[in-house]
């Protein structure tokens, strides 16, 4: 078994920084996948709402 020593600090660094990378990627696709399943949620319940006969109020319709 190697010493705490004997093990290379910049290759400490980089095995780090590397599994940071991956959990922060991580987190990202996480995210978008939350971020588009809301999307196509409120979509859907646009066109069910659409369906029903419902009309929609010039709020609604507009961008913000």
């Known amino acids: 078994m190697t010493k705490l020593s004997e ?3 910049g290759s400490a660094l980089l095995s780090t920084f ?3 990378g991956f ?3 991580a987190f990202v ?3 978008l996948t ?3 399943i809301n ?3 409120i979509n859907y319940l646009k066109e069910e ?3 029903r006969g419902r009309k929609e109020s ?3 319709s507009k961008g913000f």
């Open 58 to 60: 010039k709020s609604e």
């Open 23 to 25: 959990i922060a990627t």
């Open 7 to 9: 093990i290379d600090l």
């Open 34 to 36: 939350i971020i588009g």
């Open 49 to 51: 709402g659409a369906q």
């Open 29 to 31: 696709f996480i995210r």
């Open 39 to 41: 999307y196509i949620k």
């Open 18 to 20: 590397i599994l940071i």
